[in-house]
């Protein structure tokens, strides 16, 4: 058939006819909290990269703000990577309804808690959905579920900067994000992308957290920098950023995380200037 016979016309009516009467994009979706809930603070927890123990810092600032009596939430949108369940005990156990609403767990410190472990029939079971079904996820944990009153609402977000991130800072109220990173080399560059990300959607960073920075020899005390030097005061030199303190490596840390006790074996007092920073 030649260019010419091509009845242009008719197949713009067609296409027309198919998607003409759906509704045009108006940006992002805003989720709104529901009407038994009332959540005063969002603040969020975000990496430029994974591995980097951005659960652990959520955990600690989730421990510390409930120790100093604040009602504190924990929204794990790292949907297919969630690991915030086990480190408080809350493996194996599930959420269950309350009519059409999502009734969180919680923890023996009243931490309440929304992951997707706590949905999955085994929580062992790979997460395996496409972008429509994570974000569906993630509406439904934050406007479904009855969190009752809280104070800070503290959001573990997926690494990087794909959707469920995208979706967390332009669908959710973020006040502020607390950025976490390693001394690994490169993550300047890791913690740079996390950074202009947060700038771009217009959330202000709070500051750096550096966890895995050093350990402590339990013979003499010396730090042992097993990673490497700290990059902690050039990431806040470049980006002009807040420095909220440095996390040492922690055998009974990372034995508690894997044992479910967490919340009650956490020393006290390990990044207060983060604590105080997600206060302000």
């Known amino acids: 058939m030649a260019e010419n016979d091509i009845d242009r016309d008719a197949i713009k009516d067609e296409v027309d006819q198919i998607f003409g009467n759906r509704p045009?994009?108006?940006?992002?979706?805003?989720?709104?909290?529901?009407?038994?809930?009332?959540?005063?603070?969002?603040?969020?927890?975000?990496?430029?990269?994974?591995?980097v123990g951005k659960s652990l810092v959520t955990g600690i600032l989730a421990t510390e703000l409930a120790r100093k009596g604040h009602k504190v939430?924990?929204?794990?949108?790292?949907?297919?990577?969630?690991?915030?369940?086990?480190?408080?005990?809350?493996?194996?156990?599930?959420?269950?309804?309350?009519?059409?609403?999502?009734?969180?767990?919680?923890?023996?410190?009243?931490?309440?808690?929304?992951?997707?472990?706590?949905?999955?029939?085994n929580e062992n079971d790979p997460v395996l959905w496409r972008g429509p079904m994570l974000m569906g996820a993630l509406k439904q944990f934050y406007e479904d579920t009855l969190w009752g009153d809280i104070d800070y609402l503290l959001v573990d977000m997926p690494p990087g900067t794909g959707d469920?991130?995208?979706?967390?800072?332009?669908?959710?109220?973020?006040?502020?994000?607390?950025?976490?990173?390693?001394?690994?080399?490169?993550?300047?560059?890791?913690?740079?992308?996390?950074?202009?990300m947060a700038a771009m959607m217009n959330v202000p960073v709070l500051g750096v957290v550096e966890n895995m920075s050093y350990m402590e020899c339990p013979e003499c005390g010396h730090k042992l920098e097993p990673f490497g030097p700290s990059h902690l005061q050039e990431i806040v030199d470049e980006f002009k950023v807040a420095d909220l303190?440095?996390?040492?490596?922690?055998?009974?840390?990372?034995?508690?995380?894997?044992a479910g006790t967490f919340e009650s074996e956490l020393p006290e007092g390990l990044i207060p200037k983060a604590v105080s920073a997600v206060e302000a």
Request: glycine fraction near 12%; include cysteine; proline fraction near 6%.
């Open 245 to 258: 303190g440095r996390i040492p490596i922690d055998p009974k840390v990372a034995a508690s995380c894997d």
């Open 73 to 121: 939430g924990i929204l794990d949108a790292d949907i297919t990577g969630p690991s915030i369940p086990k480190m408080f005990g809350l493996s194996g156990l599930h959420v269950f309804g309350q009519g059409d609403k999502i009734i969180p767990a919680q923890s023996k410190g009243g931490i309440k808690i929304m992951s997707t472990n706590l949905v999955l029939e």
């Open 164 to 196: 469920v991130a995208l979706a967390v800072f332009q669908s959710l109220p973020i006040e502020g994000v607390v950025i976490v990173s390693s001394p690994q080399d490169l993550v300047q560059v890791i913690v740079g992308k996390a950074v202009k």
């Open 24 to 51: 045009k994009h108006e940006g992002p979706e805003l989720y709104q909290v529901n009407d038994q809930s009332s959540i005063k603070h969002v603040i969020g927890v975000i990496s430029g990269k994974g591995g």
